[in-house]
C-alpha cells in the first residue's frame, strides 16, 4: 500500500531536548516536504526536498533542519525545541514537484514542547 | 500562486449531493485546480484536479466553468464520512520551474459538515 509513514504519532517533550520526527515513504518519490498547521494559520510549509541531498526552506524553517540523505527518508530535526514549535506536523510527497502531481500526507505528527 | 475563495462552512444532508463551489477569478492558463481534504485528525488526502475539462473520479467530480474563473467539486452522495475541510488549490507548473511556489498553498477551506 501507497503510503507515507510519520513517526511518532505523539510527542511531548522539554525545552531545549533535540528531538526527530522521522517521516519515510514507500512511492519512490522525488519530493517531500514538512509543513506545520496551527490553529488560524493554516498549512505552512517548514522546508523541501526536491530529491535526494538536494533540501530548500519554505515559509517557516526557522528553528528546524531536515536532511534527504536517502530517497525514501526525510526526517524533520528540532535541534533545540521551544514552545512555540508546539504544533501538528505533516510530511508529504509525491512524484516529483509538477503542478499536476498529487501530493500524499502523513497522518501527523502532534508536539507538545513544555 | 493564484488566489481562490471558499466560503468557510457548508451543510448537507447524509447522502444528498454537495456541491462545494472555488472562485478563482485570477487563474492562469496553466494552473492547475486541486482539492485536496482534511477529514478530523488526519493528513490531507487527494481529493481530485483538473486544468480545462470535467474530471471524474471514485472520490467526486471536478466541474470547471468554461472561463475557468470557478469550478465546483461535487461529491455525489455525502456520508458522514465526508465531513472534512475541503482545500481548492491552484497549481502552476510556470512558478513550479521557476522557483516559487514548490508547495500547496492552503487556504482557509471549507467545513462541511454532514447531517444525518
Known amino acids: 500500500e501507497a503510503q507515507v509513514t510519520q513517526n511518532p504519532r505523539y510527542l511531548i517533550t522539554v525545552t531545549g531536548k533535540k528531538l526527530t520526527v522521522t517521516c519515510s515513504q514507500n512511492?519512490?518519490?522525488?519530493?517531500m516536504s514538512w509543513y506545520r498547521q496551527d490553529p488560524g494559520l493554516g498549512l505552512r510549509q517548514i522546508y523541501y526536498?526536491?530529491?535526494?541531498?538536494?533540501?530548500d526552506k519554505g515559509d517557516v524553517p526557522e528553528g528546524y533542519k531536515v536532511s534527504r540523505k536517502e530517497k525514501r527518508n526525510f526526517p524533520l530535526i528540532l535541534e533545540s525545541p521551544s514552545p512555540n514549535q508546539t504544533s501538528l506536523y505533516f510530511c508529504?510527497?509525491?512524484?516529483?514537484?509538477?503542478?499536476?502531481?498529487?501530493?500524499?500526507f502523513g497522518a501527523g505528527t502532534r508536539l507538545s514542547v513544555l | 500562486d493564484a488566489k481562490t475563495t471558499q466560503p468557510n462552512s457548508m451543510e448537507s444532508n447524509e447522502e444528498e449531493p454537495v456541491h462545494l463551489p472555488c472562485n478563482h477569478s485570477?487563474?492562469?492558463?496553466?494552473?492547475?485546480i486541486h482539492w485536496y481534504r482534511q477529514l478530523p485528525s488526519q493528513g490531507p488526502e487527494y481529493v481530485i484536479h483538473?486544468?480545462?475539462s470535467n474530471v471524474n473520479n471514485r472520490m467526486a467530480s471536478l466541474a470547471i466553468a468554461e472561463d475557468r474563473k470557478s469550478s465546483t467539486l461535487i461529491l455525489h452522495r455525502a456520508t458522514l464520512r465526508d465531513a472534512a475541510v475541503y482545500y481548492c488549490?491552484?497549481?502552476?507548473?510556470?512558478?513550479?520551474?521557476?522557483?516559487?511556489?514548490?508547495?500547496?498553498?492552503f487556504g482557509s477551506g471549507t467545513q462541511l459538515t454532514v447531517l444525518p
Open positions: 508529504a510527497s509525491s512524484e516529483t514537484w509538477g503542478a499536476k502531481n498529487i501530493q500524499y
Open positions: 512511492m519512490n518519490h522525488e519530493y
Open positions: 526536498s526536491m530529491n535526494v541531498e538536494v533540501t
Open positions: 485570477t487563474i492562469s492558463g496553466t494552473d492547475y
Open positions: 483538473g486544468l480545462t
Open positions: 488549490i491552484l497549481r502552476d507548473d510556470y512558478l513550479i520551474s521557476s522557483g516559487s511556489a514548490r508547495q500547496l498553498t
